[in-house]
């Protein structure tokens, strides 16, 4: 037996415990334990064998990093399999997350136990995998196929109760699983046919047709959910021997695809993201209270975010009717979670009994940390945190929500600067999952490690950036949007520029994702940046006579693109076309075609490109910084990894022709990163 699988045997009963730290992956030593396990129980004769785990989990997913590695013997499906013909009935007995390998291993039990509140689901499909060890054949032959759909489309979880009343549990229990599993294998019931060996309930012929179009159309490009659909359709029409082969060579070949190289790098990016050289030594504070000042967009946001990750919230606008307002606001993000049913009634009370509002800043006294989201402009930003440094501790931290103002220069003269920071939210600050933690020269350790478990205790994907214009997102943003306007210039259509990056896997075009959002702050930037721009950089005027004509965007009925009333609908606006032709013809241009390979090879070396100046100007610590910031605040495809891992996916020669051909487009306007030359 391996030291991370035990048996026990206790009357006629072996207790097989399985103990591999932190989630009991199925990792070869967990499967041989396993295999030997099995061997055992049957040379001793006992009655049952329980098979519970140590730590706060059940098995809890295979071992992500023997993938792209030979597999190693035994395998996990075969495993199971001996589990499942045992003549000795095995009882599963769960409580924590019971995913991937170990609801496999639940399925080939003859009984399942599970403790309330466990719960289950099978994750592969965010890896870009299918099950490998059983999990798409034996699932519908437990629960049907309808509830399975969910389940290995999108990696969703069910709870205990739930599997139960699907016929997928025997029991629920409350306390010890090796208790509960006692007390059952000594009174049990008849051992029912083995999951493989059941029938799947038949579904309508159009079901999984049905079921792939909607499933293609949410996946964007990721193929792992639609294949997942194919996995279960085999459960219907082949014998569990023959669909689980299918699987598993599926599975073995899935493995080697860039997609699902691409999810697991962001699955592990995200896992190391929280965890940046900067605060290795370094210990959060506890939060408990925090102020937030400005009670608009993002201030509302904020506060309803803060307050449910359990925090006080004290609410600081600048008058009494914009105090009302900001309170109104966050008290509706409150009851819209009521009405989807994301929160309780008594939950909404009791977050609402956490928030008050003031128009005095002495009410920020007493807070643990302060969050700014006035409106962008120097001289008030700077008002308010005199204001705040005056009635707050001395190391209570400072943190403004600035976009592209200079953090440090907001916060210049403030008493103690270790404890000045920058929480970039992204819009809308409850929904969004990114924040950029800005560090400023002089914070300390420990209130960036602050920053980090505020993000995690609001459910974000935190990450550290320094200062510069933008920070790392915006930057990016910048220099995409940059190449897509010099795209324009140069005879594409913003209709061709938004087609190819939506092919690319993005939800929106560059252009339509402006309009959508409003084409003014870009405006703002572009007049504030005017004054320090290269004269010899390539300027591209048409948003600025678009925003001059008081095309703004949806929200004033056209932007790069008209829209008629009754629809959202982007629709080609001749006076956009006229007018790029136009600054065409005065610059002189002669318009190209592009295609969309060339449009997206351009834009993303580009991006690549400003990814890699970030990360050697020190601005994000490592390559996964940037691809987390692209992945969970501008949408880029997680099935790509982010723009840094998708340069190893196509190979950096790939992204220097793209980026040769962007200089010679555009010469004197980009500056070249030296990590890609
Ligand atoms: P907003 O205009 O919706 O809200 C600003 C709020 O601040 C208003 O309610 C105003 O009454 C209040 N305010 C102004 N001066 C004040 C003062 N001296 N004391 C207290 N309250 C005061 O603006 P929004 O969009 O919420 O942006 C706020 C900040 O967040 C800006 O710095 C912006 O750059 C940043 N931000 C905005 C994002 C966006 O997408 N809108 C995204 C990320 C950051």
């Given at each position: 037996m391996t030291f991370l699988v035990s048996v026990r045997i206790q009357d006629d009963i072996a207790v097989v415990t399985i103990d591999n730290p932190p989630v009991n992956a199925t990792g070869a030593k967990v499967r041989s334990g396993l295999s030997e396990a099995v061997q055992l129980c049957e040379q001793e004769e006992v009655r049952a064998a329980v098979i519970v785990c140590a730590g706060?989990?059940?098995?809890?997913?295979?071992?992500?990093?023997?993938?792209?590695k030979p597999p190693v013997e035994p395998h996990l499906p075969d495993v199971y399999q001996i589990i499942e013909d045992s003549p000795i009935p095995w009882i599963a007995a769960m409580h924590g997350t019971v995913l991937g390998g170990g609801f496999e291993l639940a399925m080939a039990c003859a009984f399942r136990l599970a403790r309330t509140g466990t719960r289950f689901g099978l994750p592969e499909v965010n890896v870009g995998l299918i099950p490998g060890a059983g999990g798409s054949q034996r699932l519908p032959r437990l629960i049907g196929v309808e509830a399975s759909l969910p389940l290995v489309t999108t990696g969703a979880m069910i709870g205990a109760s739930e599997l139960l009343e699907l016929g997928g549990l025997d029991g629920v229990f409350d306390g010890d699983p090796l208790e509960a599993a006692l007390v059952f294998a000594r009174s049990l019931p008849p051992r029912p046919a083995p999951v493989s060996l059941r029938d799947v309930a038949p579904v309508a012929d159009s079901f999984f047709d049905e079921a792939r179009t909607k499933t293609t159309a949410k996946a964007r490009g990721q193929e792992s959910p639609v294949h997942n659909i194919d996995a279960l359709e085999w459960a219907t029409a082949l014998p569990f021997s023959e669909g689980q082969l299918k699987e598993r060579a599926l599975h073995m070949e899935l493995r080697e695809t860039p997609q699902s190289r691409a999810l697991r790098h962001a699955f592990f990016a995200e896992r190391q993201?929280?965890?940046?050289?900067?605060?290795?030594?370094a210990a959060p504070r506890r939060i408990t209270r925090i102020a937030v000042v400005g009670g608009g967009l993002m201030g509302a946001g904020i506060a309803f975010a803060a307050l449910q990750a359990g925090l006080k919230v004290t609410l600081i606008e600048r008058d009494q009717e914009a105090a009302q307002e900001g309170r109104t606001r966050i008290t509706g993000l409150i009851e819209g979670g009521v009405r989807r049913g994301k929160l309780s009634p008594e939950k909404a009370a009791e977050l609402e009994a956490k928030l008050n509002d003031s128009t005095d800043y002495s009410a920020a006294a007493g807070a643990d940390l302060a969050i700014e989201a006035v409106f962008e402009d120097m001289g008030v930003k700077q008002a308010v945190f005199r204001s705040l440094a005056a009635v707050m501790d001395e190391d209570a931290i400072l943190a403004t929500n600035t976009s592209y103002l200079d953090p440090t220069e907001i916060m210049q003269?403030?008493?103690?600067?270790?404890?000045c920071i920058g929480l970039h939210f992204f819009s809308p600050a409850h929904i969004m999952k990114l924040l950029e933690i800005i560090r400023l020269p002089g914070t300390s350790a420990e209130v960036i490690a602050t920053g980090f478990d505020l993000g995690k205790r609001m459910r974000k994907v935190s990450v550290l950036s320094g200062i510069c214009d933008g920070f790392i997102g915006n930057r990016i943003l910048a220099a995409y949007r940059r190449q897509a306007d010099y795209l324009l210039m140069d005879g594409a259509t913003p209709a061709e520029v938004d087609a190819a990056m939506r092919g690319f896997g993005m939800p929106m075009g560059p252009y339509e994702l402006q309009d959508l959002t409003g084409l003014q702050i870009a405006w703002a930037n572009r007049k504030r940046l005017a004054a320090s721009r290269d004269p010899k950089e390539r300027y591209v005027e048409i948003g600025d006579r678009l925003c001059e004509g008081g095309r703004l965007g949806q929200r004033s009925g056209k932007g790069w693109y008209r829209y008629e009333e009754s629809n959202r609908k982007p629709l080609t606006d001749n006076f956009v076309s006229d007018l790029i032709v136009k600054l065409q013809d005065e610059a002189g241009i002669t318009r190209q075609s592009f295609s969309a390979g060339e449009i997206t090879d351009r834009i993303l070396a580009v991006i690549i490109n400003e990814g890699a100046l970030i990360v050697e100007e020190g601005i994000a610590e490592r390559a996964l910084d940037v691809d987390m910031v692209m992945i969970h605040g501008y949408g880029f495809p997680r099935w790509r990894g982010g723009p840094m891992n998708y340069t190893n996916e196509i190979g950096l020669d790939r992204v220097k022709a793209a980026m040769d051909a962007v200089q010679a487009q555009s010469p004197d306007s980009w500056q070249r990163s030296q990590l890609l030359t």
């Open positions: 706060r989990t059940f098995v809890a997913g295979g071992d992500i990093s023997e993938f792209g993201v929280s965890k940046p050289a900067a605060i290795a030594a003269g403030i008493t103690n600067p270790t404890r």
